[in-house]
Every structure is written in structure tokens, then in C-alpha cells.
């Protein structure tokens, strides 16, 4: 059963930056897609960065084009979330989230494709 915890939100100041942390445990970290989710309150989960279990492919959709970067340290187990220039409306808890195939060769979008989460942590931007 793999297990992710997420670290590294906090209250912070519209243009300020942030990095995010999720170590997972339980499964072979490098032979699966990782991703960031957000959910903002009242709207849906929403994908923000990913990264193929490939190296070096990385996925970016929407909002976070341009200000979200995702990287992951294998032999730490760890993916994180950089997220620059922040605005009041990246405000929402982020998850990090586990495929749930491994070497799967197309990478996914959808949340239903992930089958570890973690808790989530806040971020919170004032304007």
C-alpha cells in the first residue's frame, strides 16, 4: 500500500514562491507517474504538473504553464511542486497522487488514474 505525505504549504503573499514536497512509501517509487492536483472550495480537483516515470517528461496543464515545476528525487522517493509568482487564485489544498499502473507508457490526466494520495497541504495566497 503506498502511502504519500505532502509538505510545504503555508500562508504566503501574492508573487511569492513555494516548493512543495511529497514523499511516497510502499511502492517502487521510479516506475510510476507522479502528478499535482489542486482543489480549490466549491470547484473540482483540478491537474496542475506531472511528471512520466520517464525522466524528464513533464506535463503542465492550464494554469500552471509557466510558473509550476515539477521534479522528483528518486532516491529520496520525493516529487516537488516549485510554483512561482503566486496569485490569490492558486489558492486551494494540492495533493501529490500515485498512477496506478507502473511503466504505463501514455501519462494521464485524470485523477481517476491515481490510486495513492496524500492529505494535502494548503496554500494560501493574499492579495
Known amino acids: 500500500q503506498a502511502q504519500l505525505v505532502e509538505s510545504g504549504g503555508g500562508l504566503v503573499q501574492s508573487g511569492d514562491s513555494l516548493r512543495l514536497a511529497c514523499t511516497a512509501s510502499g511502492r517502487t517509487f521510479n516506475n510510476y507517474a507522479m502528478a499535482w492536483f489542486r482543489q480549490a472550495p466549491g470547484k473540482e480537483r483540478e491537474f496542475v504538473a506531472g511528471m512520466h516515470w520517464r525522466e524528464g517528461l513533464l506535463y503542465y496543464l492550464g494554469s500552471g504553464k509557466g510558473r509550476f515545476t515539477i521534479s522528483r528525487d528518486n532516491p529520496k522517493n520525493t516529487v516537488y511542486l516549485q510554483i512561482h509568482s503566486l496569485k490569490p487564485e492558486d489558492t486551494a489544498v494540492y495533493y501529490c497522487?500515485?498512477?496506478?499502473?507502473?511503466?504505463?507508457?501514455?501519462?494521464?490526466?485524470?485523477?481517476?488514474?491515481?490510486?495513492?494520495w496524500g492529505q494535502g497541504t494548503q496554500v494560501t495566497v493574499s492579495s
Open positions: 497522487a500515485l498512477d496506478r499502473e507502473p511503466y504505463r507508457s501514455i501519462f494521464q490526466y485524470s485523477a481517476a488514474e491515481y490510486d495513492a
